[in-house]
């Protein structure tokens, strides 16, 4: 337990230096696992979901297996299926065997001509006919059972984190990994594709009618304000925020919809004393002209198709790069091979700090790595990325 200690103290100060874009002692490497934890030992989610011990047993076997100094997917459990069970409709479905999707046809629940009704009040608006739409409890008529409900989903939703926190504080007390994640949020304009609009929506919107887009982003970005710092900063945690639309948007597009209220967003929540931690999902290097603007050293970014070389020579200077191991390389080359890629990508991006290795995108399935290749990967980097 004191050994744990102390590596959780090494590992702390190496992801808060690199984070804040300092050179720490050697570089770290964090985990994107979320169900591949399980796949990966071919245990099937709901088996996990339903038994503590499984779940426990299968995270401790494949972080004492591979290599990492922190997590940043918290530890998986059964809350949101119970929560979308109870109120009856949701934007994912689960599949039997617990893993989930995006359930076809669950997105666009608005209007094109609603703008000016999101726009007045986003939380009435979501309360009011988005939830209604979208929740089969929430269309019903007000009844004693209907609020018993209510209260069992929210009860079941806010006990999530307390049912698995068992199994993450072994992770940090066993094995010294530090957790990175305060919590998830989105950015305002993908709360409109996400939640509202869906592609072929949004895409239609920003074409006909972009100053009803950027307006609703602007009025949206006060209502998720609140939400997300309801709990105070952690010095030591970063809010994760995925970004969707952007990608697909020619940079005209995106200046005039979706930087507004991003960048308002991203400084008040930096004002506020918050770490921001994006996963640029895409390709986003006919954007960086823009992400210079971001705060300096106090946010990061997972990219996931661009460049490193190029996204260290243009951003390097104000944010910490993270990623450089894609999960492709991992399923379908050889050990060799993928320690080739990433000793490249140290060599040449991560030479001066402000870097941390992790796969490209969240680990889902077992297609997104070999463990032989993944153990491989990073006992190499953990071992030939020191500064000192």
């Not at 209220?261 to 640029?280: D, H, N, P, T």
């Not at 106090?298 to 894609?326: T, Y």
């Amino acid at each position: 337990m004191e050994r744990a200690q102390e590596l959780y103290q090494e590992r702390l100060t190496r992801l808060n230096t690199a984070f804040a874009n300092g050179k720490p002692d050697r570089v770290p490497i964090l985990s994107m696992a979320a169900e591949y934890v399980y796949r990966i030992q071919d245990i099937r989610p709901i088996d996990a979901y339903q038994d503590m011990r499984l779940m426990e047993k299968a995270y401790r076997n494949f972080f004492s297996e591979v290599y990492f100094d922190g997590f940043l997917i918290p530890v998986i459990g059964r809350n949101k299926l119970d929560t979308l069970g109870l109120l009856g409709g949701g934007t994912s479905q689960y599949l039997p065997d617990g893993s989930f999707q995006t359930k076809p046809g669950s997105i666009n629940v608005m209007e094109p001509s609603e703008y000016d009704d999101l726009i007045a009040d986003p939380a009435r608006f979501f309360i009011e006919k988005i939830m209604p739409r979208r929740f089969k409890l929430m269309a019903e008529d007000y009844s004693a059972e209907k609020y018993e409900t209510f209260v069992e989903a929210i009860r079941s939703l806010l006990a999530g984190r307390s049912a698995t926190q068992p199994v993450t504080d072994m992770l940090k007390h066993e094995l010294g990994l530090v957790e990175i994640q305060q919590g998830g949020m989105y950015n305002p304009v993908d709360i409109i594709l996400d939640f509202l609009r869906d592609f072929q929506g949004i895409s239609g919107d920003i074409k006909r009618r972009p100053e009803a887009v950027r307006d609703a982003g602007l009025a949206i970005m006060d209502w998720l304000l609140a939400m997300a710092t309801m709990n105070p900063p952690d010095e030591h945690k970063r809010i994760t925020i995925p970004m969707h639309l952007p990608t697909f948007l020619r940079p005209k597009e995106f200046e005039t919809v979706y930087w507004p209220s991003y960048k308002k967003f991203a400084y008040a929540l930096v004002e506020r004393g918050y770490q921001i931690y994006y996963l640029f999902e895409g390709n986003y290097e006919h954007l960086h002209d823009y992400l210079q603007e971001l705060p300096k050293n106090r946010v990061s970014g997972l990219f996931e198709h661009d460049d490193l070389k190029l996204v260290k020579k243009n951003l390097g200077h104000m944010m910490c790069i993270v990623g450089g191991m894609p999960t492709r390389m991992l399923y379908y080359q050889t050990p060799e091979e993928c320690i080739a890629h990433v000793k490249n990508v140290l060599d040449t991006v991560a030479v001066d700090g402000g870097f941390i290795l992790g796969p490209d995108v969240p680990m889902l399935a077992k297609t997104d790595g070999k463990l032989a290749n993944f153990k491989a990967v990073n006992d190499f980097v953990h071992h030939y990325g020191l500064y000192s």
